[in-house]
């Protein structure tokens, strides 16, 4: 398989490469392409969690269970907030 790389991206790798990050292209493509399998990994784990969830909420609402929808902002915007805390 041959690939072909903006200037830009090729910039960038040469620039780690000089830094010492990576011993050669091969390498730095090799590392971003086990960060993106990682994070293929980590949706799709998302993904299947979420859907388990939204199953779980649409049994709980056939079953005439309801919840207040002010209260599921209230969690969810606590939520958002707690991820970002950790991102920073």
């Known amino acids: 398989m041959n690939i072909t790389l903006k200037p830009e991206q090729e910039q960038f790798i040469q620039s780690q490469i000089e830094r010492g990050i990576f011993a050669n292209a091969e ?3 090799a590392a971003a392409l086990r960060l993106l399998e990682k994070q293929s990994i980590s949706y799709e ?3 299947k969690e979420t859907r388990k969830k939204v199953e779980i909420g649409q049994a709980h609402l056939e079953r005439g269970e309801k919840f207040p929808l002010e209260v599921a902002f209230e969690r969810l915007d606590k939520k958002l907030t707690k991820l970002r805390e950790t991102q920073q």
């Open 45 to 47: 784990q998302w993904l």
């Open 27 to 29: 390498e730095a493509i």
